[in-house]
């Protein structure tokens, strides 16, 4: 039924959501500096257009979910994603990472796989992580 | 300037197509069409068109060559695997590593090549029927595409995380050997997963393909085998989708081939997978069933030196000590081995968020990963996976993990804890979203002991996926007989790693080289004389 909700709203704007959960899932990875948040944001939308159409379709409900004002309060406890204090979102994003629900704890990982390769793919990333980055071929 | 051998052929005038750019339907007719270009589809392309069959290779991903190959995560992942290389099992218990571009994974790959173990062989005899898969007659065929594919064991000293798996193995008792590999003129960078930029890999994208057009094959790239229409017992058309320029959704033109045989070779999930949407006969319900994975755990160790995991050839060292410390149908047996350590693989394999996530990969220079390959398919609660079709068609693996399958994961965590403790780790983190890392060998084992062994929790993967089409001799537990041959479709072949009845228990590509040889051969006798056009 929420997953039916959700997917009505799927088709909304996701680019806040997700940019408040990037905030909170790269707290210390991220650079000290507005690009690099947007950059994280860009590689999310970039990861999910290489997705197939079924998988992206899942994506759009997980999000509906997360963005339709009554199953992102009864599932996520969040009242909106703009005045959420990190504090709010780290608290959902650990109740669905340690969930006894398989489902929810699914959609963490769906999150957690979208927004670590939306940064960790940049250059911009690498520094932190001591990650050279690719060698030159001579 | 490394020379591109596609660039090259393409050039010379090779016919090898890209469907997204088709302005209209089109068909093709051939002796033999290929599906899928991977070990399986590129070894049998080589072998028919050297006997002069006039042969239709199709494959669903892009044609990308060393001139595309950046050793960049972001766009290897997306352009080169199944599903950015997060290709998940239906409840999403497990994360699914498989090729998509011409090549296969061949191309992605990180170049293990073992020879089809002698008791995998012993067990498929025993238990399929199958008397012709001894390791004696096999070894002929195994040694032609050795020969072919320059595989040797890796003679330079392995990288520091392979090295550290042979020190800590060894301190132990544990046996450790060298890997053999199929590289030429390998210049040791590390990045063969995503696509190797100095052709110094000797996959199906330098070697058998290339050698296939230099003979007239026709290869039709970004072209998805929909389904075979059969008359009786034959097929006798493959149709085929043009996907568009995102090659992602379907574009709006057909491609039928018309051909003599057909020969599947789409890998494990998408080879069963056509079968499924084809309406095959499949009397005793074996198609797609019994699909195999060798579900892997990993174990990431601090070490106080640099390991730099992301660079070196990443797979060097291996032990198969704990493939025999049990029985093959007693409890599961693993295959230690490491991967490369690279930022978004590491990154989305890692557990947690925020700052302990970040203090973490923030180590990475000093990380040392361990993964435990188990081999699956040998007893009765390992019966593996089953394929079926989304709504769309496309193929999605169920695959329960049993708790046949749990126990070696909990033995292979602390395995692997012992080993890295061994080599001088001064903390090890079983990769489980409730683990800590963890100081000694006994907090490993308490810690591992007290870890829910449950699905999205315990971190389960697989590069390696096998089944689903499987050979035997009788047609009530198998999909295939032992020439690779539909058991009830005359003209159709299954040629890839999805003909396995069990998994391998070792890095799959050169079974698939080796048995497919065999077969390819066979079927370029059967099929003859090409016919005159």
């Known amino acids: 039924m929420l997953l039916a909700l959700g997917g009505c709203a799927a088709a909304g704007n996701h680019r806040e959501m997700v940019r408040a959960i990037a905030r909170v899932m790269l707290q210390g990875a991220l650079p000290n500096d507005r690009d690099a948040l947007d950059t994280a944001v860009r590689g999310v939308d970039v990861?999910?257009?290489?997705?197939?159409?079924?998988?992206?379709?899942?994506?759009?409900?997980?999000?509906?979910?997360?963005?339709?004002?009554?199953?992102?309060?009864?599932?996520?406890?969040?009242?909106?994603?703009?005045?959420?204090?990190?504090?709010?979102?780290?608290?959902?994003?650990?109740?669905?990472?340690?969930?006894?629900?398989?489902?929810?704890?699914?959609?963490?990982?769906?999150?957690?796989?979208?927004?670590?390769?939306?940064?960790?793919?940049?250059?911009?990333?690498?520094?932190?992580?001591?990650?050279?980055?690719?060698?030159?071929?001579? | 300037m490394i020379a591109d051998p596609i660039a090259q052929g393409l050039l010379r005038g090779w016919k090898a197509y890209d469907a997204s750019t088709f302005d209209r339907d089109r068909t093709f007719d051939a002796d033999v069409v290929i599906i899928g270009?991977?070990?399986?589809?590129?070894?049998?392309?080589?072998?028919?068109?050297?006997?002069?069959?006039?042969?239709?290779?199709?494959?669903?991903?892009?044609?990308?060559?060393?001139?595309?190959?950046?050793?960049?995560?972001?766009?290897?992942?997306?352009?080169?695997?199944?599903?950015?290389?997060?290709?998940?099992?239906?409840?999403?218990?497990?994360?699914?590593?498989?090729?998509?571009?011409?090549?296969?994974?061949?191309?992605?790959?990180?170049?293990?090549?073992?020879?089809?173990p002698p008791q995998t062989l012993d067990y498929w005899r025993e238990h399929f029927g199958l008397a012709d898969y001894s390791e004696n007659a096999l070894a002929p065929w195994f040694e032609r595409m050795e020969h072919r594919l320059s595989v040797h064991p890796w003679d330079e000293p392995p990288n520091e995380n392979n090295a550290l798996l042979a020190r800590g193995a060894?301190?132990?008792?544990?046996?450790?050997?060298?890997?053999?590999?199929?590289?030429?003129?390998?210049?040791?960078?590390?990045?063969?997963?995503?696509?190797?930029?100095?052709n110094a890999k000797q996959s199906m994208l330098v070697t058998t393909i290339p050698a296939a057009l230099d003979r007239g094959a026709i290869l039709i790239s970004r072209a998805r085998a929909q389904h075979l229409a059969f008359a009786g017992d034959r097929a006798d058309t493959l149709q085929c989708a043009s996907l568009d320029a995102s090659g992602l959704q379907p574009g709006p033109h057909t491609i039928t081939i018309r051909a003599r045989t057909f020969?599947?070779?789409?890998?494990?999930?998408?080879?069963?997978?056509?079968?499924?949407?084809?309406?095959?006969?499949?009397?005793?319900?074996?198609?797609?069933?019994?699909?195999?994975?060798?579900?892997?755990?990993?174990?990431?160790?601090?070490?106080?030196e640099v390991v730099a995991g992301y660079s070196g050839a990443p797979q060097s060292i291996y032990s198969d000590h704990f493939l025999h410390t049990n029985a093959l149908?007693?409890?599961?047996?693993?295959?230690?081995?490491?991967?490369?350590?690279?930022?978004?693989?590491?990154?989305?394999?890692?557990?947690?968020?925020?700052?302990p996530s970040a203090k973490l990969l923030a180590r990475m220079p000093h990380l040392q990963v361990i993964i435990a390959l188990m081999r699956d398919g040998f007893h009765p609660q390992s019966t593996g996976g089953s394929v079926g079709l989304r709504d769309d068609g496309t193929p999605l693996l169920d695959y329960p993990i049993t708790p046949y399958v749990w126990d070696g994961a909990r033995r292979a965590l602390k395995s692997m804890a012992q080993i890295q403790f061994a080599a001088g780790a001064t903390s090890v983190l079983p990769i489980h979203e409730?683990?800590?890392?963890?100081?000694?060998?006994?907090?490993?084992?308490?810690?591992?002991?007290?870890?829910?062994?449950?699905?999205?929790?315990?971190?389960?993967?697989?590069?390696?996926?096998?089944?689903?089409?499987?050979?035997?001799?009788?047609?009530r537990?198998?999909?295939?007989?032992?020439?690779?041959?539909?058991?009830?479709?005359?003209?159709?072949?299954?040629?890839?790693?999805?003909?396995?009845?069990?998994?391998?228990?070792?890095?799959?590509?050169?079974s698939i080289y080796g048995m497919v040889a065999r077969n390819a051969s066979r079927l370029a006798g059967l099929v003859g004389a090409p016919a005159k056009r």
């Open chain 1, 47 to 138: 990861a999910i257009a290489g997705l197939p159409p079924a998988v992206q379709g899942e994506i759009g409900q997980l999000f509906g979910l997360l963005e339709f004002p009554l199953s992102r309060r009864l599932m996520a406890g969040i009242g909106s994603w703009q005045t959420a204090s990190d504090a709010d979102i780290a608290a959902f994003l650990q109740s669905w990472r340690t969930s006894n629900a398989a489902l929810l704890r699914s959609g963490y990982a769906a999150l957690h796989q979208l927004v670590m390769a939306g940064w960790y793919g940049n250059e911009a990333a690498w520094a932190r992580i001591g990650y050279p980055g690719p060698p030159r071929i001579v």
């Open chain 2, 37 to 116: 270009t991977g070990a399986g589809g590129g070894t049998t392309a080589e072998i028919l068109t050297d006997a002069g069959l006039s042969v239709v290779l199709i494959e669903e991903g892009p044609l990308r060559s060393s001139r595309d190959f950046h050793m960049l995560e972001r766009e290897a992942y997306p352009q080169l695997y199944q599903e950015s290389a997060g290709r998940r099992t239906k409840d999403k218990g497990i994360v699914i590593l498989q090729g998509r571009a011409v090549g296969g994974s061949t191309t992605v790959n990180w170049t293990s090549s073992f020879r089809t």
């Open chain 2, 170 to 198: 060894n301190k132990l008792g544990i046996p450790t050997a060298i890997i053999p590999r199929n590289v030429k003129g390998c210049y040791n960078l590390g990045y063969c997963g995503m696509g190797c930029p100095t």
């Open chain 2, 263 to 304: 020969v599947i070779a789409g890998g494990a999930i998408n080879s069963p997978a056509l079968l499924l949407r084809s309406n095959a006969p499949d009397p005793y319900g074996t198609l797609g069933k019994r699909t195999f994975l060798h579900p892997t755990v990993i174990s990431a160790a601090t070490m106080p």
């Open chain 2, 329 to 355: 149908d007693g409890a599961i047996g693993y295959k230690l081995e490491v991967p490369p350590l690279h930022p978004v693989l590491l990154a989305t394999t890692t557990p947690g968020f925020g700052v």
């Open chain 2, 434 to 475: 409730a683990a800590q890392p963890v100081t000694s060998f006994e907090e490993a084992e308490r810690l591992v002991d007290a870890l829910p062994m449950e699905i999205v929790r315990a971190s389960v993967v697989s590069a390696h996926v096998m089944g689903g089409c499987g050979l035997g001799a009788d047609p």
């Open chain 2, 477 to 510: 537990s198998s999909v295939i007989d032992g020439t690779g041959r539909h058991h009830h479709l005359e003209n159709v072949y299954v040629f890839d790693g999805s003909a396995f009845p069990t998994s391998i228990g070792a890095n799959p590509q050169l």
